[in-house]
């Protein structure tokens, strides 16, 4: 049956079915029944054999529930024996499986062996009779039944996940971002527009400006995004929301101002589309970019999140698990390279600046204080080193010294590093993870990573990082992350609302 | 044609839901089938699409039956007229239906003439300006003043005393005040008053039930601005601020000093 296909049947093939119909049963289907499955009747699914532009068969079912009821198999005279038939029911099994059907069921006239035979080859097995049921010779009909196996529902279930499709949305401080994200961990579209640039000139993110420019940008954001998926997924077209299956969106923790925008936008999106709305956790959007990356990597893993905004230790025990074992008590570590980036006249953001021209100065230069708080303690406080590099500024200044910017930046970073990496990779240890997983905008810094690939390597513990635009704030692992979410029966609903301080 | 309304510029957001057919540049009929009052003071983000979806079910309609989307664009709350535009918006654009921008102070000073389904003076005479006054803080207000369709004092950013001086210079002698302005500056409105001897000028105040933002007049502007033509595509529907923001206006000043 090389030559013939198998597809699903429009209502363009009815009159070829009703001519099969009324050439192999005694008691056809009108052409009217027929039209009416295609035109009226929303539960039916048909498929035919093409051969040279010819129908040659077909099947058809009718969708209840999780019941397919298989209304008609035919071959036309002439082509049997070719194994059409088989061809036909195994593309309404399969694809009707796919789709959520879990029992299939038929009759069949007791005399007719060869399709009891072919029905039992793909697992039908009889259950009941219904006596004299054919008209014109009152001969008993087989009732037959099919049940998926718990193999055939996982493999369902499993390509479904795949083709799951979702827009997501971040907008929790100065990055507007959209992504489409296909089965957890493909990335269709990943469009982030960045204000950095905007708020270089006021020396950080400004609440107000950001969730101006939010607004302003986040409608185009989208469509790009769209656009964009729609050629990955290769098609000349750009999707639409006919493409996706849900809306997910950062809820928090973030700017509030900032994230009222992009959850304003998805609740109306869910709205309008009907489409599920899954809330995502900004800093478990972080965690997720390390799947966008690794594809991979599973938890458990030890997580390090190091941003402008947060420094934690997280210990993810499964997708949608995890328990923060350390946080800072008062600045982010992005946050402290920022102002002392300030201090030393850098500009801003602080922490790719430092990073570049620490590498020209002595990390041993100036000594400042590694602060460990109280014995195994996994939280942060980087207040003190911030004040410390302003006091020693201030104080060579008074001394008429001049200022090495690059051996204070190299031993700032020094101090601030040491801490981070002893803290993590002794949360790992402790706590028996065999892979570090890093997150957030600081986790791009190199010497972050080379220190953290020195002392992972010492231990036998494995590392994970993401690629510098998965670092940054990004829409794709919002949606990588709701995918788990959602995976595991998370969904929002529209009083979804914005938390600024979000708890993990 | 159904219109769906958005009012979130103030401390209680409201959604109305009208049915409005238009002709030869007018509206030839209006009716509210629908309107929803937001209880919880600022917020406007968690209730405001809840509340569109019960407006509709309410009238039995879907979303898909709207064809405008009209919305208080500002001037008002900055939080407010985000979420009420980006809303607006993303509707529009996945609906691929056109909007409204309708200010805030004309929407609120239209309830002052008009009557359900008719524009006509409601509570004022002839001689009334209706002046609706924002708080914009510090002193300042976002207002404007109105005689019946007539915007004669220009809506934007004054101070009150800029204001004031805006009323008496128009030789205005009855004025009714609305908005939330008039609960942060009553009593500076009664000291200007008196210290600028505008004793010719009658100064009233909206009852509270008419004297806040309200949903129900944003639709009619909308039904107005679809019978004028004046409808734009979400990539044009832009917030009304009337103001920069404060970091922005503290920056373009210490460039201009130096």
Redesign the interface.
């Known amino acids: 049956m090389a030559d013939v296909v198998i597809r699903q049947a429009t209502i363009e093939d009815a009159e070829q079915i009703f001519e099969i119909e009324n050439m192999c049963f005694p008691d056809p289907w009108s052409l009217e029944s027929i039209e009416y499955e295609f035109e009226e009747n929303p539960r039916a699914f048909y498929v035919v054999a093409e051969h040279s532009g010819e129908v040659v068969g077909y099947a058809g079912l009718w969708w209840i529930e999780d019941e397919g009821h298989i209304t008609n198999v035919a071959v036309k005279p002439g082509y049997r024996n070719r194994r059409i038939g088989e061809g036909i029911i195994d593309v309404l099994l399969d694809y009707t499986i796919h789709e959520g059907i879990r029992h299939h069921t038929l009759e069949v006239r007791r005399s007719n062996e060869p399709a009891i035979n072919l029905y039992e080859k793909f697992g039908f097995q009889v259950e009941g009779v219904r006596k004299g049921y054919y008209q014109h010779n009152g001969e008993d009909a087989l009732i037959m039944w099919r049940h998926a196996s718990d193999e055939e529902i996982a493999e369902a279930i499993r390509m479904m996940e795949d083709r799951f499709t979702i827009l997501a949305i971040e907008s929790s401080c100065d990055e507007t971002a959209a992504a489409v994200v296909r089965g957890g961990r493909t990335v269709l579209s990943n469009v982030i527009s960045s204000q950095i640039d905007i708020h270089k000139a006021y020396g950080g993110v400004v609440p107000e400006i950001a969730s101006r420019h939010h607004l302003d940008n986040i409608n185009h954001v989208v469509r790009q995004a769209l656009e964009e998926a729609g050629q990955a997924a290769g098609s000349e077209e750009p999707m639409t929301m006919d493409d996706i299956d849900a809306i997910a969106v950062t809820y928090g923790p973030g700017l509030v101002g900032a994230l009222l925008i992009g959850l304003a936008t998805a609740k109306a999106y869910a709205l309008a589309t009907g489409k599920p709305l899954i809330g995502v956790h900004h800093i478990q959007g972080h965690i997720s970019a390390n799947y966008i990356e690794h594809p991979d990597l599973e938890p458990p893993f030890m997580a390090l999140i190091v941003s402008g905004g947060h420094t934690n230790i997280v210990e993810v025990t499964d997708y949608n698990e995890c328990h923060v074992l350390g946080g800072t008590r008062d600045d982010a570590a992005g946050e402290a390279y920022d102002k002392v980036a300030r201090v030393l006249g850098l500009g801003y953001p602080g922490g790719p600046l430092i990073d570049r021209i620490a590498k020209e100065g002595n990390p041993d230069a100036v000594e400042f204080k590694r602060v460990f708080l109280e014995k195994d303690s996994m939280d942060f406080s980087f207040s003190g080193i911030k004040t410390g590099v302003l006091n020693y500024v201030n104080s060579e200044k008074q001394a008429g010294r001049e200022i090495h910017v690059a051996d204070v930046a190299a031993s700032f970073q020094q101090a601030v590093l040491d801490v981070i990496v002893k803290k993590t990779v002794d949360a790992a240890r402790k706590m028996n993870k065999d892979k570090i997983v890093m997150a957030g905008g600081v986790s791009a810094n190199s010497h972050l990573r080379e220190m953290m690939e020195s002392e992972c390597k010492k231990h036998g513990i494995k590392l994970y990082y993401p690629s510098p635009i998965l670092c940054t704030d990004n829409a794709a692992m919002i949606g990588c992350a709701a995918h788990y979410k959602y995976r595991a029966g998370g969904s929002d609903d529209l009083t979804l609302d914005a938390i600024p301080g979000l708890p993990l | 044609m159904y219109i769906l309304a958005i009012e979130t510029t103030g401390a209680f957001a409201s959604v109305a839901l009208a049915n409005a057919e238009w002709k030869n540049s007018k509206v030839t009929s209006f009716e509210i089938l629908g309107h929803i009052d937001g209880n919880d003071k600022f ?1 406007h ?6 509340q ?2 019960q407006i509709l079910e309410e009238s039995g309609l879907s ?1 898909g039956d709207v064809s405008v989307i009209a919305v208080s664009h500002g001037p008002g709350s ?2 407010g007229i ?2 009420g ?7 529009s ?3 691929n239906i056109p909007c409204a921008a309708v200010s805030s102070l004309e929407a609120m000073a239209l309830r002052q003439f008009w009557d359900g389904d008719r524009e006509e003076s409601r509570d004022v005479s002839e001689e009334s300006v209706v002046c609706p006054i924002i708080d914009a803080r510090r002193s300042q207000v976002y207002g404007g003043g109105f005689k019946a369709a007539e915007e004669v004092i220009p809506c934007g950013p004054y101070t009150v005393e800029e204001f004031m001086d805006a009323i008496l210079a128009k030789g205005i002698t009855e004025v009714l005040f609305m908005g939330d302005g008039i609960d942060k500056y009553q009593s500076l409105i009664e000291d200007l008053h008196r210290d600028k001897q505008m004793e010719s000028c009658n100064i009233r105040y909206a009852d509270a039930p008419v004297r806040y933002q309200d949903a129900d007049t944003v639709a009619y502007l909308g039904a107005k601005a679809a019978a004028a033509g004046k409808l734009c595509g ?2 044009q529907l832009k ?1 009304n ?1 009337m103001r920069m ?4 206006r503290k ?1 373009k000043e210490k460039q201009k000093n130096g």
């Open positions: 917020s983000l968690q209730n405001l699409t809840p569109i979806q979303i900055f939080t985000r979420i535009v980006s809303t607006a918006r993303a509707l654009q996945v609906l979400f990539e917030p601020y923001a404060e970091a922005e920056l």
